[in-house]
């Protein structure tokens, strides 16, 4: 059987996770969509809204991760 060019479809639709985080985590995010907010000409930003961005943000600067994510041979 041949290979198919396309292996998979992105996802992007999104999904509900809950986490239980530290206060102090959560004070942060809270104060970093207030930060973000004010930087936004007063849009407001949930802290909810901020937190995947972060982990998204972060997983793509960890090279460890990244390496891990890539084919062999590629």
């Known amino acids: 059987m041949s290979r198919l060019k396309i292996t998979a479809i992105e996802d992007d639709t999104p999904v509900k996770m809950t986490l239980d985080v530290p206060a102090s985590i959560h004070r942060d ?9 004010a930087e936004n000409g007063g849009k ?16 793509a600067s960890d090279r460890g991760f990244v390496r891990g994510r ?3 041979g590629a």
């Open 29 to 37: 995010l809270v104060e970093y969509a207030k930060l973000m907010s």
């Open 44 to 59: 407001a930003v949930e802290a909810a809204k901020v937190a995947p961005e972060m982990m998204r943000r972060f997983m």
């Open 70 to 72: 890539k084919p062999r």
